[in-house]
T-cell receptor
Framework: ETGVTQTPRHLVMGMTNKKSLKCEQH?????MYWYKQSAKKPLELMFV???????ENNSVPSRFSPECPNSSHLFLHLHTLQPEDSALYLC?????????????FGSGTRLTVV | GESVGLHLPTLSVQEGDNSIINCAYS??????FIWYKQESGKGPQFIID?????DKRQGQRVTVLLNKTVKHLSLQIAATQPGDSAVYFC?????????FGGGTRLMVKP
């Protein structure tokens, strides 16, 4: 375990479904991130939160909606997704935004949109 | 734009041999670099880091080399083991956040 826990590990959803991904860390980190990892592509930054405030939205479609109720929890709400949204969604945290001690990643949620 | 990239998408080595994974970066302002290992079904895991004021750093069986002149980073794994099979990718920090490269798959043949 890395200290960053993501649930569920696997998710299959239809294009009309609404689901949420959850990320939790108790490392005392102040910054949390959502990344999308598709086959043969670099990690794509989606959202960044620092001290619960969203500091980055990397042109992500509105069908992805993040929520950060506190510094330890991060959610990604999914609604009317497309098949091309199928990917591994990774949550990460870091002490601060600079990440000078690196990011700690969770194991990810493998999402399949059917 | 500025980017981090990898030379080889797949590297196949014999068990016991040394492995070298390369990474090119284009942002000359980057001053901190990290290598991550991602095994199947897991998230990326921190391996080793290096700051731009160094050109070499060693860990347990791993060494990272930084050549700022040609903006090149490499990860050397000594006596590669089956457990080293994974995707490796580098990340750079130019003062704001980490930017990740595309990844190289290391396959270890028994």
């Amino acid at each position: 375990e890395t200290g960053v826990t993501q649930t569920p590990r696997h998710l299959v959803m239809g294009m009309t479904n609404k689901k949420s991904l959850k990320c939790e860390q108790h490392l005392g980190h102040n910054a949390m991130y959502w990344y999308k990892q598709s086959a043969k592509k670099p990690l794509e930054l989606m959202f960044v939160y620092n001290f619960k405030e969203q500091t980055e939205n990397n042109s992500v479609p509105s069908r992805f909606s993040p929520e950060c109720p506190n510094s330890s929890h991060l959610f990604l709400h999914l609604h009317t997704l497309q098949p091309e949204d199928s990917a591994l969604y990774l949550c990460a945290s870091s002490q601060d935004l600079e990440g000078l001690r690196g990011y700690t990643f969770g194991s990810g949620t493998r999402l399949t949109v059917v | 734009g500025e980017s981090v990239g990898l030379h080889l998408p797949t590297l196949s080595v014999q068990e016991g041999d040394n492995s070298i994974i390369n990474c090119a970066y284009s942002n000359s302002a980057s001053d901190y670099f990290i290598w991550y290992k991602q095994e199947s079904g897991k998230g990326p895991q921190f391996i080793i880091d290096i700051r731009s004021n160094m050109d070499k750093r060693q860990g347990q069986r791993v060494t990272v080399l930084l050549n700022k002149t040609v903006k090149h980073l490499s990860l050397q794994i000594a006596a590669t083991q089956p457990g080293d099979s994974a995707v490796y990718f580098c990340a750079e920090n130019a003062g704001n956040m980490l930017t990740f490269g595309g990844g190289t798959r290391l396959m270890v043949k028994p």
